[in-house]
């Protein structure tokens, strides 16, 4: 079932605004590159901003997410026409031999259960050329970031397109671990409307997901720090075997 905030068309036309802070990018542009990577696949792509950053750079890009209305955000974008979109889940990526696939931000959290993230890793292992990557980031569960998910610290105020504002914040809505669950609100000032997007992440531990991915057929290279939110975050670089045919 697709968030709220991801699907609802209201809410997909400002996402990029409440979202506005994506300087994790930037690492993982530095990763694309560091890697030598040509052929992409972004999973759970959202509106495509990374998706059509790269495909700017000269790499063939596949972006897929299960929301249609965060694609259709994402073919309004620059350098949208050199990506291929597709509307689907991780597991229904198409066997393929891309040379790297990706999940930036919160996505391989959004895997609930074993069966969701093991369907979803053998999909990704799939996709990929033998020696190709696996690029994503979790949150630290041990960091416990959702005690700062507070109405105070995350309320905004902005402006969208045709003087639109917004009013938005989170609430956490229950703890019980490894899953958070937690609510976007938003006010639109322009007719009052009140909407609303639930989600829940679950929090793996480093050692769950070290196992995962080589019970799927990862070697993992490398654990990173996130450079855009140090202490908090891990990037984990695995890849498929090269002799893995």
Wanted: proline share 4%; with cysteine; charged share 25%.
């Amino acid at each position: 079932m697709v968030d709220a905030i991801f699907e609802q068309p209201r809410l997909a036309q400002i996402y990029d605004a409440v979202d506005a802070d994506r300087s994790d990018l930037a690492a993982y542009v530095a990763v694309v590159d560091e890697l030598g990577a040509q052929v992409i696949v972004d999973v759970g792509c959202g509106t495509g901003t990374f998706a059509s950053l790269l495909a700017q750079q000269g790499r063939d890009v596949i972006g897929i997410d299960p929301a249609a209305a965060s694609l259709a955000v994402a073919r309004t974008k620059p350098g949208a026409d050199r990506v291929q979109w597709l509307q689907g889940s991780a597991s229904s990526l198409p066997a393929a031999r891309n040379d790297l696939v990706t999940m930036t931000g919160n996505v391989a959290q959004v895997f609930l259960s074993d069966a969701e993230w093991t369907s979803a890793l053998r999909a990704t292992r799939a996709a990929l050329r033998p020696g190709g990557f696996f690029v994503f980031e979790v949150r630290d569960p041990s960091r416990r970031d959702w005690e700062r998910w507070t109405r105070e610290a995350s309320y905004r105020r902005f402006e969208v397109a045709d003087r639109e504002t917004v009013e938005t914040w989170v609430d956490v809505t229950e703890v019980r671990l490894p899953f958070v669950s937690f609510q976007h609100s938003f006010v639109f000032a322009s007719d009052g409307a009140i909407l609303t997007s639930e989600s829940t992440l679950r929090f793996r531990e480093r050692a769950e997901i070290l196992d995962s991915l080589g019970r799927a057929g990862f070697v993992v290279r490398d654990v990173r720090d996130a450079p855009d939110r140090p202490g908090l975050e891990l990037v984990f670089i695995a890849q498929r075997a090269a002799a893995d045919r």
